[in-house]
């Protein structure tokens, strides 16, 4: 009986062990699959939908390195909307928008935030 009780006492044991090592790596992946993604917190890529169907813009202000930058051309599709991935900006950004066949149609300013929490994206209107 002893040995019955002592295989049975290690299955049990083996199943506890298992099922503790089964959670904890639940657990630790749960903690790690469900932490947010940080949004940028030294400047923020800047999108807007308000230029001219067809044409292009400029970014120029502060990037996230503190230098002044102008941006290359960003086109734009039927909605005027525009984004440029990769170029982080911090303060005051103007935008210069310009029609299809180059003509400067306008300029906007708007502020950027160094950080946020949700984005990395802010609108520029």
Same mark, same amino acid.
């Given at each position: 009986?002893?040995?019955?009780?002592?295989?049975?006492?290690?299955?049990?044991?083996?199943?506890?062990?298992?099922?503790?090592?089964?959670?904890?790596?639940?657990?630790?992946?749960?903690?790690?699959?469900?932490?947010?993604?940080?949004?940028?917190?030294?400047?923020?890529?800047? *999108?807007? !939908?308000?230029?001219?169907?067809?044409? =292009?813009?400029?970014?120029?202000? &502060?990037?996230?390195? $503190?230098?002044?930058? +102008?941006?290359?051309?960003?086109?734009?599709?039927?909605?005027?909307?525009?984004?440029?991935?990769?170029?982080?900006?911090?303060?005051?950004?103007?935008?210069?928008?310009? *029609?299809? !066949?180059?003509?400067?149609?306008?300029? =906007?300013?708007?502020?950027?935030? &160094?950080?946020?929490? $949700?984005?990395?994206? +802010?609108?520029?209107?």
């Amino acid at each position: 009986m002893t040995t019955a009780r002592t295989g049975a006492g290690r299955a049990r044991t083996g199943r506890l062990l298992a099922t503790t090592v089964a959670v904890a790596v639940g657990v630790a992946g749960g903690l790690s699959a469900g932490t947010p993604a940080r949004a940028g917190s030294n400047g923020q890529q800047v *999108y807007f !939908d308000w230029g001219p169907a067809w044409g =292009r813009a400029t970014l120029e202000g &502060t990037n996230n390195n $503190g230098q002044y930058v +102008t941006s290359p051309s960003i086109y734009l599709g039927a909605t005027g909307y525009g984004a440029l991935n990769d170029w982080w900006w911090k303060g005051w950004v103007t935008v210069h928008f310009y *029609y299809a !066949d180059g003509a400067s149609r306008d300029s =906007r300013t708007c502020w950027v935030p &160094t950080e946020q929490s $949700g984005s990395d994206w +802010t609108s520029c209107f």
